[in-house]
């Protein structure tokens, strides 16, 4: 379902538990709270389209609901959310977007960046679900891998909606290609999400 071209190292999960998961849970509040702004901006720089308002603003909330419940998960284990860090994943993928051309290939771009980025989520929450020891974590993960691939095919049906299928999924693939050569060159890292 979620297309993505080459999966995650299965030592990550591993590497998750031993590294403490408090690292991997800084991070994701973290991305949580960065999904939640790429939305809002989106929003922000296409108000004039109403379809792109009316589908991302109950994805703004959500996404800020996850980003609560992530810090709430850190409380139970008498964590605190720490300091943000530099994610080279994400920084590259939007890198990649296009920031010349129209502004709806730049909306397009926009669009599947937040595509890919809930895509590589939702894959690694399934190995968080499946891996973790800890019950609460996994049910926790779990509901929330059913969100992200909810997320993932909503930026690309919108994408869809401005542009026809053939073309957004042409370039969907050049995104599917450029992250994965991208994993390639990435650290396995246990203390980040992506």
């Not at 939007?94 to 599947?112: E, M, P, T, W, Y």
């Not at 895509?119 to 059913?146: H, N, P, T, V």
């Amino acid at each position: 379902m979620l297309h993505l071209k080459l999966p995650t190292d299965p030592r990550w999960v591993n590497m998750v538990e031993k590294n403490n998961i408090e690292e991997i849970l800084v991070d994701h509040a973290y991305c949580e709270q960065k999904a939640a702004t790429a939305s809002m901006s989106i929003i922000v720089n296409y108000p004039e389209l109403d379809d792109v308002v009316d589908t991302l603003m109950p994805i703004v909330a959500e996404e800020w609901e996850h980003f609560e419940r992530v810090v709430k998960q850190l409380r139970k284990r008498g964590l605190s959310l720490g300091r943000m860090r530099k994610d080279e994943y994400v920084n590259a993928i939007v890198k990649f977007a296009r920031k010349g051309g129209s502004r709806i290939d730049q909306l397009i771009d926009k669009l599947l960046v937040s595509a890919l980025i809930e895509a590589r989520s939702c894959e690694r929450f399934k190995l968080l679900w499946k891996g973790l020891d800890d019950k609460e974590l996994q049910d926790f993960y779990y509901e929330l891998m059913i969100s992200e691939a909810g997320h993932y095919v909503t930026f690309i049906d919108l994408a869809r909606k401005f542009k026809s299928r053939e073309e957004v999924d042409v370039r969907w693939q050049e995104f599917l290609k450029f992250e994965a050569e991208l994993l390639k060159t990435l650290d396995v890292r246990g203390d980040r999400m992506h």
